[in-house]
């Protein structure tokens, strides 16, 4: 049996945490090998030490069973080694060829062979079933494309060892089923993969060997047809974790906490993105919202949080109509909203955690004085007070939130809005990306929320997640609601019918 990669004891210290603890791992060639665990556990410094990005403070690595000591990534490339990272590093400007021969240009000096780069880029693409145009620009591709530049990137540099850090992140189930077997038609040719994801259902299925990382530590390596999705969580977190449909409060007879009336909303006149949309949020409910991604989702967010203004159409918010407020005056009036993106809408990564826990809510007492000065006892005592309450994961509320995994990122966003106090919490993809604990607590917050008798909106592509979260779901297909059915009562086959379109009873 040979070794692609063997892992002896590394360790990797940052100040105030100990990110890998004495790590051993034996990677063989040719398999899909899994690094599993919860958002923070080490796996992603783990791929950057291998990667070369970092050197470990102790340990050794071997590459095919040689000893290594990688000073860059170029050194690691040397080894043919190539990583796809969860951020993409493309170039948006630059076409697809462009990008994967950037720093590696073939011909002379005096002249790129172009022709001959994106022939082989072309070969490489049919070969593994990548369908990338080598003239297209990076800018143009939906996200899914240019991860799979982002492959052909590290392919055209004779890579035999692929690292893929949660590749999966920011894919739509259906572009998932895809990946999986771009992965596995990698492996049919020889090559090594390592592979980092918390999502179950995927390591089930092209994993070879399984390695889960809890805190730093390996807890255990496992075959995959020799383990199960309920060993595996116990490992990633040290106890049983319920994603299932859970117990809830009763409610009767709730009054209408948010009500849409024919709201239309049409992007330069031509593309109506809202389409007489009608919907009831009631107190003390949760409403899921389905749908293939980009059939108004994101649209009907923004008109509800103020962020665009319908064409037609009312927005009653505890029965009166909101559509000519502000942002602010929504969330002031008692809306709140977990943004998609939290890097981009939720956070300032740069700033403390303390101070991200306050955003919104800064210019308010106790926060701050006659809108003249800050209270910062306040805002850190609030902070360490979330910060137990939401089991944020940190060295300390002054770090800045950028330093903190994605599962912890999120739970700041969450605890901050949570802590406003909200009549009606809007959750748009709240466990993207997050490993299956932080899962577990994101909707326990969520129907905490509900049983207090305040109203969530729950936009998801997760249909299990809708399923298992929502009282009542609506589907929404090119801009309109197709139907809106009780969670218990309608299965996964019928909820993607009608996410094409279709009505239940159709």
Known sequence: ???????????????????????????????????????????????????????????????????????????????????????????????????????????????????????????????????????????????????????????????????????????????????????????????????????????????DHITVIRRGKVIGTVRKDETNVDELTRMMVGRDVNLSRRERKEFTDQPNLLELKNVSYTVNKTVKKLDGINLQLKAGEVLGIAGVDGNGQEELVQAICGQITPDSGEILFKGDNIVKKGIRARKDSGIAL??????????????????????????????????????????????????????????????????????????????????????????????RGLDIGAMEFVQKTLLEQRDKGKGVLLFSLELDEILSVSDRIAVIFKGRIVDVVDAEGVTRQELGRMMLGSHKDV
């Open 1 to 207: 049996m040979k070794y692609s990669i063997q892992l002896k004891d590394i360790t990797k210290r940052f100040p105030g945490i100990v990110a890998n603890d004495h790590i051993t791992i034996d990677v063989e060639q040719g398999e899909i090998h899994t690094l599993a665990g919860e958002n923070g556990a080490g796996k992603s410094t783990l791929m950057n030490i291998i990667y070369g990005l970092y050197q470990p403070d102790e340990g050794q690595i071997f590459i095919n069973e040689q000893p290594v000591h990688f000073q860059s990534s170029k050194d690691s490339i040397a080894h043919k080694i190539g990583m796809v990272h969860q951020h993409f590093m493309l170039i948006p400007k630059l076409t697809v060829a462009e990008n994967i021969v950037v720093g590696q240009e073939p011909g002379s000096r005096l002249k790129v062979d172009r022709a001959g780069a994106e022939k082989r880029i072309r070969e490489l693409s049919e070969k593994y079933g990548l369908k990338i145009d080598p003239h297209a620009k990076v800018a143009d591709l939906s996200v899914t494309e240019q991860q799979r530049v982002e492959i052909l990137k590290i392919l055209y540099r004779e890579a035999e060892i692929l690292i893929f850090d949660e590749p999966t992140a920011v894919l739509t189930p259906q572009e998932i089923d895809e990946f999986c077997d771009i992965l596995l038609g990698l492996k049919a040719s020889g090559k090594t993969i390592l592979f980092i994801s918390h999502k179950m259902a995927e390591v089930m299925k092209i994993s």
């Open 338 to 431: 977990v943004p998609e993106d939290r890097h981009r809408d939720g956070l300032v990564l740069q700033y403390s955690v303390a101070d991200n826990l306050v955003l919104g809510m800064h210019y308010q007492e106790p926060y701050a004085h006659g809108h003249t000065w800050m209270d910062y006892k306040a805002i850190h005592k609030n902070a360490e007070t979330l910060q137990d309450d939401f089991d944020i994961r940190c060295a300390n509320v002054d770090v800045p939130a950028g330093t903190l995994s994605g599962g912890n990122q999120q739970k700041i966003v969450i605890a901050r809005e949570a802590s406003r106090n909200p009549d009606v919490l809007i959750a748009v993809q709240p466990t």
